[in-house]
């Protein structure tokens, strides 16, 4: 089992910058790989960025790039997402979530913390 636990979501103006944090504990390590998703009113969930633990792998979708950075803690479990430059379509429920390997399909990951919402107001 490996538990996921989201912060950091609120409320921003267009141009501002939030910072989302992903905490892991569990049986996290056979999970190497962390993803974030989210997930707008009545959309589909989109992926938005992953990483793994040994930064050998980070990977973004281009709605984000140059945007948004991920970074991690080893020692603390934990997968940081920078938003900057934040756009009022960037307005989400923000998910982590955990893989066994490399993938920016839905699918693939089988667990996932319970979302923070992120409002970026115009």
């Known amino acids: 089992q490996v538990q996921l636990v989201e912060s950091g979501g609120g409320l921003v103006q267009a141009g501002g910058s939030l910072r989302l944090s992903c905490a892991a504990s569990?049986?996290?390590?056979?999970?190497?790989?962390t993803g974030w998703f989210r997930q707008g009113p009545g959309k589909e969930r989109d992926f938005v960025a992953a990483?793994?633990?040994?930064?050998?792998?980070?990977t973004y979708a281009d709605s984000v790039k140059g945007r948004f950075t991920l970074s991690r803690d080893n020692v603390e479990k934990t997968v940081y997402l920078q938003m900057n430059s934040l756009k009022p379509e960037d307005t989400a429920v923000y998910y982590c979530?955990?893989?066994?390997?490399?993938?920016?399909?839905?699918?693939?990951?089988?667990?996932w913390g319970q979302g923070t919402q992120v409002t970026v107001s115009s």
């Open positions: 569990g049986g996290f390590w056979s999970r190497p790989v």
């Open positions: 979530a955990a893989a066994p390997r490399e993938s920016e399909v839905v699918a693939t990951y089988d667990y």
């Open positions: 990483i793994n633990w040994s930064g050998t792998y980070t």
